[in-house]
């Protein structure tokens, strides 16, 4: 199965430095696990960033030398994957793994590919789960630990580095392969993390990493006192880094996959699979129960030597900085979260709140404005439509005739409330956006012009590209609210006919783009404040909704 697994100790460039105590170890750790979390507000939040990334540092500091590498590039480490994939049973005949410059590693096809071809398949023995976690050194510790059995993804994390130290793991000539270091948040300089602030993605950055470093401690912790962990090859090496490591080694890779059983999912790295980068399109992998392998099939034609690529799911930008630690340049799912809501001091409260649960919809909601032209969707526009509704249009809504079938029509622009109700929710969003647009301390052309700077690092230029696409979506939304607002103002003015309801109109509604889609999250869960369960002080990685799922075949 290839060359021996050859690990080493890395050394910095004066050698490693003097050993630290466990005690004095033991009382930084602690102090980061102590350290205070509220979720009061942003400004708290980055003051307390700030304080528990000098106790990181200070621990880094004194761990220098320490961590557990592999000798050799990862490249070479490549011949050794596909021999191991080729032995398991995998499928290695179609494609290779190759550099593609600014888009880093991937598979390349050595044979042209058609469309929907099935050209790849993972079976499950190679694939790190939670399941084999369990059946592996950590199983014991799993049993008896909350934390281990409540968050799936911490579990791959130290699974990985588990595995990692064992010289004789199965999974080495994959673990070899990964990436030595990686681009997420979780790596970002203090200066670089600056650049976010503002943006929709620098709340989830900071919890991130504070909770990166809580969780951390809290397995220093462990390892090094609970009587199960004493089998753990971490004992003598696990330091911030190593874990930073496999956090953002699962967090670039996870995803659920179903178990042997295909009662539930499990998360699972898909070695070989994870390779691909990221494109528009459609989910193209799927989960083989009855062969009980990962299977893709191919996105679209691929003529000999072009990248293949596969479709991580309907992302922002902000969800891939944050989880993948890339900016992707023409993402068409690209969006800005809105937070909307119907006082509940207004007058009219009650019966707006009536007229959007007949709807689906939550009297608060977060929303999105997208990319797209238009930039709402039928839920949003369904939403502000109500929001702006008149007593009499309320009423209309609620007991006059067709109420029930007119309530279908919210979401529908052929069908407006009225030309006055149109030109209150189109200058109320124009307005909403150019707030939002206020809110950031550069102007998209100062942006613009900070990304011509050749010396700008990596990280920065993430999250300056970040930072300006969501100010082009709020630019366009304003753009289009103005654009909207005149053209039903002009209406008004001319005593254009309003487009009028009959029964006989259900039928429109039926169409895919009149549904009113589900609703991406309520604003409560949002706001929650997170002093509960140590679950939610360690947790680093939820999964998005538009995270790719696999189905079953």
């Known amino acids: 199965m290839g060359k021996k697994s050859r690990v080493k100790t890395q050394k910095s460039g004066t050698g490693a430095t003097a050993a630290v105590s466990p005690k004095e170890m ?3 750790i602690s102090e980061l696990l102590q350290s205070e979390y509220k979720r009061c507000s942003l400004s708290w939040e980055r003051e307390e960033y700030v304080q528990i990334r000098a106790l990181v540092e200070k621990i880094r500091k004194k761990q220098k030398g320490m961590s557990v590498s592999f000798e050799g590039t990862r490249e070479e480490f490549f011949s050794e994957l596909m021999a191991w994939a080729a032995e398991c049973g995998a499928s290695c005949d179609s494609f290779e793994i190759s550099n593609f410059a600014d888009e880093g590693h991937g598979l390349k096809a050595t044979r042209d590919i058609k469309a929907e071809e099935l050209f790849l398949w993972i079976p499950r023995k190679m694939l790190m789960t939670v399941e084999s976690a369990k059946n592996s050194v950590l199983g014991q510790l799993y049993s008896q630990d909350r934390i281990l059995q409540a968050m799936g993804n911490v579990t791959l994390a130290l699974h990985l580095l588990c595995e990692r130290a064992n010289p ?13 270091d990686y681009d997420t948040p979780l790596y970002f300089e203090e200066y670089e993390v600056r650049h976010l602030l503002a943006t929709q993605a620098i709340q989830d950055v900071l919890s991130q990493y504070k909770n990166t470093a809580r969780q951390y401690a809290y397995f220093y912790k462990v390892i090094h006192t609970h009587p199960n962990a004493s089998k753990l090859p971490l004992k003598d090496a696990f330091t911030f880094d190593d874990y930073r490591w496999a956090v953002s080694s699962v967090m670039t890779r996870q995803n659920q996959i179903p178990t042997t059983d295909g009662s539930r999912v499990t998360l699972a790295l898909i070695p070989l699979w994870d390779m691909c980068n990221h494109t528009n399109g459609l989910i193209t992998t799927g989960y083989n129960l009855e ?7 191919a996105l679209k034609d691929y003529k000999e030597a072009e990248q293949i690529y596969i479709f991580y799911g309907t992302r922002s930008n902000a969800e891939f900085v944050i989880h993948n630690g890339f900016f992707f340049e023409d993402n068409a799912h690209d969006r800005v979260k809105i937070k909307l809501g119907v006082s509940k001091s207004e007058r009219l409260y009650a019966m707006k709140a009536e007229v959007l649960a007949r709807a689906g919809i939550p009297a608060s909601s977060i929303f999105a404005l997208y990319c797209s032209e238009p930039p709402i969707s039928a839920q949003l526009l369904a939403f502000l439509r109500v929001f702006c509704m008149t007593e009499e249009e309320l009423r209309d809504y609620l007991v006059g005739d067709h109420a029930i079938n007119k309530i279908f029509t919210l979401g529908n622009t052929e069908f407006p409330v009225s030309w006055e109700n149109e030109i209150k929710l189109w200058t109320f969003l124009e307005t909403r956006a150019a707030l939002l647009l206020k809110t950031y301390k550069t102007s998209s052309e ?14 920065s230029r993430i999250a300056i590209k970040l930072r300006l696409a969501e100010k082009e979506i709020l630019e366009r939304a304003v ?15 001319e005593g254009a006919l309003l487009p009028l309801y009959e029964e006989s109109d259900i039928a429109l509604l039926e169409n895919a783009d009149a549904k009113l889609p589900i609703i991406l999250r309520k604003l409560e869960e949002e ?9 939610n002080h360690l947790q680093w990685g939820t999964k998005s909704e538009s995270e790719c799922f696999f189905c079953i075949l």
């Open 26 to 28: 033991m009382n930084l």
């Open 527 to 535: 706001d929650e404040v997170l002093h509960g369960s140590l679950e």
């Open 168 to 180: 004789s793991s199965p999974w080495l000539p994959y673990i070899k392969t990964l990436p030595a």
């Open 446 to 459: 100062e942006d613009r012009s900070m990304l011509e700077k050749p010396d700008l690092s990596l990280h």
């Open 479 to 493: 753009s289009c609210g103005r654009a909207k607002r005149l053209h039903f103002q002009k209406q008004l003015d």
């Open 291 to 297: 062969d009980d392998r990962c299977e893709c099939v």
